[in-house]
T-cell receptor
Framework: DTGVSQDPRHKITKRGQNVTFRCDPI?????LYWYRQTLGQGPEFLTY????????KSRLLSDRFSAERPKGSFSTLEIQRTEQGDSAMYLC?????????????FGSGTRLTVV | RKEVEQDPGPFNVPEGATVAFNCTYS??????FFWYRQDCRKEPKLLMS???SGNEDGRFTAQLNRASQYISLLIRDSKLSDSATYLC???????????????FGAGTQVVVTP
């Protein structure tokens, strides 16, 4: 396990379709985070998990977004009824309990384009 | 007001020169601070943590001023490979989690020219 893996790397979808992204964190990391990044902006927090528990969900996350981490390992982020404004890079990161020692390790991201 | 604010730049720096920039944060409860580096269309990568007493990592020096709530990064002897966006990052504690989450600034773009 060499890092955080995200799949797919790129996704093009038509407006109104549902999409699901997967993240596999570093195996010993118990925390997993989802961020979204648009051009010229820093990553914006969406949600995070400690093991299988979802601890916080950003107000940015409308009810069209849902994230799960059913067994405390990989996580999925689903967007229902996609809109053009959902086009962004979706980044997953993982860390040990607090991350104090070294912040997060990010995956390469999933770039979503809604047409 | 944004929780973490940075000058977007770009800072155009001749190779070999020194460049410095900073960011401000709004949450006085933040306890951990980082600089991340992000190359174009790549994921952010941790550059260095920032400690209260200031710290160096090779050509990079980070400083923290808790009273004024700002963090700085200085790059000496700039290399072409230092061209990137530098993200200022602080933790935001939550009522249910003292560590909380990381909040990112929008980044400062540095362009090192030959």
């Amino acid at each position: 396990d060499t890092g955080v893996s995200q799949d797919p790397r790129h996704k093009i979808t038509k407006r109104g379709q549902n999409v699901t992204f997967r993240c596999d964190p570093i195996s010993e990391h118990n925390r997993l985070y989802w961020y979204r990044q648009t051009l010229g902006q820093g990553p914006e927090f969406l949600t995070y998990f400690q093991n299988e528990a979802q601890l916080e969900k950003s107000r940015l996350l409308s009810d069209r977004f849902s994230a799960e981490r059913p067994k405390g390992s990989f996580s999925t982020l689903e967007i229902q009824r996609t809109e053009q404004g959902d086009s962004a890079m979706y980044l997953c990161a993982s860390s040990l309990s607090s991350g104090k020692s070294g912040g997060y390790t990010f995956g390469s991201g999933t770039r979503l384009t809604v047409v | 007001r944004k929780e973490v604010e940075q000058d977007p730049g770009p800072f155009n720096v001749p190779e070999g020169a020194t460049v410095a920039f900073n960011c401000t944060y709004s949450n006085s409860a933040s306890q951990s601070f980082f600089w991340y580096r992000q190359d174009c269309r790549k994921e952010p990568k941790l550059l260095m943590s920032v400690y209260s007493s200031g710290n160096e990592d090779g050509r990079f020096t980070a400083q923290l001023n808790r009273a004024s709530q700002y963090i700085s990064l200085l790059i000496r002897d700039s290399k072409l490979s230092d061209s990137a966006t530098y993200l200022c990052v602080v933790n935001v504690p939550l009522t249910t989690d003292s560590w909380g989450k990381l909040q990112f600034g929008a980044g400062t773009q540095v362009v090192v020219t030959p």
